[in-house]
Every structure is written in structure tokens, then in C-alpha cells.
């Protein structure tokens, strides 16, 4: 399937452009959910991110953690194409893909309280696009850099618009200490379209070290300038819904504490990956699904 029109243009550019964005940041026209009152809506679509805390229970956050531990104590796990370490390191980064290997978190990930509110926001059935555990050991965890999600799903997978969002629950502490998620408020608003091509298999390092779709500085410090910086600390439990085109990194954990949290990524069944931008091979599918895109039934959290 055709990308029949590009949007954004990214990476086949000389210089770092900002595009405004071109399409609606809440879908649905219907009453939201009970879970969100008209501050929270009116948060998320201008600051393009929303913070719950004590989504789930104490609980449940420590089946999800006894879960974590059982994926991350298996070799086979490990050692597959689902697991990206640390550069030259063997220290788990992320598992991908984790709802494949695990009943919990496919419940997880279709757990009611989270599909009320995505079903709100993305105005649409949904599937998963991308899912993970991200690993911040103390003292070894490595950072992301300024990025937004949707620069490489856009380029890189063919994902047509801006229907999707992540949800990110954390399982430990969140502090300022060891690298918690970072967001620029606004910058959903605006694409920022980067300088540079894409190399071949561009996952198997931007995974572990992204290098390119990397806004500048420039770009980086008018957005700031414009929304500000907004540090995530959450404890277990939280959830944190964001915008796929918000601006967002995180540092190196120097701390001794781990950081641990979970991403679902859910897509619009409407805006199903098409082609790549430049003849791009596809990611494999545990990175951007293209098959595995029916839409997810609800669970009641009674059921897990």
C-alpha cells in the first residue's frame, strides 16, 4: 500500500525544517471517559501529555514487576531479536514485544482503564504498534535523546498521520536522580523534520544509540524556549499518556536505583503503516506492526 501522501518531510532534507502540524491532536467528539475530567483533556491537547498517578494498585504493579523479572531471567528471551542491549554491553535495554511472551502484560495491554481513554484521544479502535520494557540499571542505564516518536515511525515505518500515542506505567521510582522521561510541552504542535539519511537497518543501533531523526539545537532550544521542560516522577503505578509527536528524552541513570517502565504504543486501525519514505526495508514486526493489526478487545481488570 502506497504512501499516497507524505505530510512531513524528514531526513531526506538538507537542514533541519519545523513544519506546523496539520491534523487534530484529540480525535474523538465524543464524551470522554470518566477516568478524564475537562482539565486533563484540555492539558493533554495543549501540552500533548497527560500524568496519572496510582493508575494501577500496589498490587498489581508487583505482579508486573515478578513478570518483568521472569522475561529478564530467561535466556531464551534474551538472547533473541527482541532484546536490545546497552552498546557493547550485555545489559538488557529494552524487551520488545513483551505481550507475546506474556499473558500478564497482554491483559496489560489491553486492560480497559487504558483503552478507555486511548479510545478518547485517538478517537478510533486501536491496535498495538510498538510495545517494550525499557531497563535503566543503576549506575549502566543509558538515555534516549531528544526525539519524537512519529519522526521515525513517519520515515521508517510509514505510519501516514499522527493517530497514535504512548502509554508509559511505571514499575520503580522515577526520580530526578535516575533518568526519568523528559518532555518538551508543546512540541506536539510542530514536526520537526531532520537533516540526514537513514542507513540501512537502521534499528539494530538506533535501538540501543538513535544518531539520526535527531532534531538540532536550534530547533531543540526554540521549542524550549516556547514550552519549557518537564521532568516525569512518578512512582509505581503511574501511567503517563503522550502524543506521538511530543518532543521527549532522558538521561543516563548515574543513580544506584533502576528505573523500569513499561511502553504500549497504540495506533489508530485507521492509520495502518504503509510504505517506507525512499524505499526503506520495514522494520521487523515486533518493532512496527503491519500484520498483527487487528483491534484490541477490552478487559476488565477483574479478568487479569
Same mark, same amino acid.
Given at each position: 500500500m502506497p504512501l499516497t501522501k507524505q505530510i512531513y518531510t524528514s531526513r531526506m532534507i538538507a537542514e533541519t525544517s519545523i513544519q506546523e502540524r496539520q491534523e487534530p491532536i484529540i480525535y474523538s467528539e465524543n464524551t470522554p471517559p470518566v477516568a478524564l475530567d475537562q482539565n486533563q483533556i484540555d492539558f493533554y491537547q495543549d501540552k500533548g501529555f497527560l500524568f496519572i498517578e496510582n493508575f494501577f494498585s500496589p498490587d498489581e504493579v508487583k505482579q508486573f514487576n515478578l513478570e518483568t523479572k521472569r522475561l529478564l531471567d530467561s535466556k531464551e528471551i534474551t538472547d533473541s531479536d527482541y532484546t536490545f542491549t546497552e552498546v557493547g554491553t550485555d545489559i538488557v535495554r529494552s524487551i520488545f514485544s513483551m505481550q507475546n511472551f506474556s499473558q500478564i502484560f497482554d491483559y496489560l495491554s489491553r486492560d480497559q482503564r487504558i483503552l478507555d481513554i486511548v479510545h478518547y484521544l485517538l478517537g478510533d479502535r486501536v491496535y498495538i504498534h510498538q510495545s517494550r520494557i525499557n531497563f535503566k540499571p543503576g549506575f549502566?542505564?543509558?538515555?534516549?535523546?531528544?526525539?519524537?516518536?512519529?519522526?521515525?515511525?513517519?520515515?521508517?515505518?510509514?505510519?501516514?498521520?499522527?493517530?497514535?500515542?504512548?502509554?508509559?506505567? @511505571?514499575?520503580?521510582?522515577?526520580?530526578?536522580?535516575?533518568?526519568?522521561?523528559?518532555?518538551?510541552?508543546?512540541?506536539?504542535?510542530?514536526?520537526?523534520?531532520?537533516?540526514?539519511?537513514?542507513?540501512?537497518?537502521?534499528?539494530?543501533?538506533?535501538?540501543?544509540?538513535?544518531?539520526?531523526?535527531?532534531?538540532?539545537e536550534a530547533s531543540l532550544t526554540q521549542l524550549?524556549?516556547?514550552?519549557?521542560?518537564?521532568?516525569?516522577? @512518578?512512582?509505581?503505578?503511574?501511567?503517563? !499518556?503522550?502524543?506521538?509527536?511530543?518532543?521527549?528524552?532522558?538521561?543516563?541513570?548515574?543513580?544506584?536505583? @533502576?528505573?523500569?517502565?513499561?511502553? !504500549?504504543?497504540?495506533?489508530?486501525?485507521?492509520?495502518?503503516?504503509?510504505?517506507?519514505?525512499?524505499?526503506?526495508?520495514?522494520?521487523?514486526?515486533?518493532?512496527?506492526?503491519?500484520?498483527?493489526?487487528?483491534p484490541l478487545e477490552p478487559i476488565s481488570p477483574n479478568h487479569q
Open positions: 549502566s542505564g543509558s538515555g534516549f535523546y531528544w526525539h519524537s516518536d512519529f519522526e521515525t515511525w513517519h520515515i521508517e515505518d510509514g505510519m501516514p498521520n499522527m493517530r497514535a500515542l504512548s502509554a508509559m506505567i @511505571s514499575l520503580t521510582e522515577n526520580t530526578e536522580y535516575n533518568g526519568p522521561l523528559m518532555v518538551i510541552p508543546g512540541s506536539h504542535k510542530q514536526f520537526v523534520g531532520c537533516a540526514g539519511e537513514t542507513p540501512k537497518d537502521h534499528y539494530k543501533e538506533s535501538l540501543k544509540e538513535q544518531r539520526y531523526g535527531l532534531p538540532d524550549v524556549e516556547a514550552g519549557g521542560l518537564v521532568t516525569i516522577k @512518578s512512582s509505581p503505578g503511574s501511567i503517563v !499518556f503522550f502524543d506521538c509527536n511530543l518532543i521527549h528524552g532522558s538521561n543516563n541513570n548515574i543513580s544506584p536505583h @533502576s528505573r523500569v517502565n513499561i511502553f !504500549f504504543v497504540y495506533n489508530s486501525v485507521q492509520n495502518t503503516l504503509q510504505e517506507t519514505v525512499g524505499g526503506l526495508k520495514p522494520r521487523p514486526e515486533f518493532v512496527a506492526a503491519r500484520k498483527n493489526i487487528a
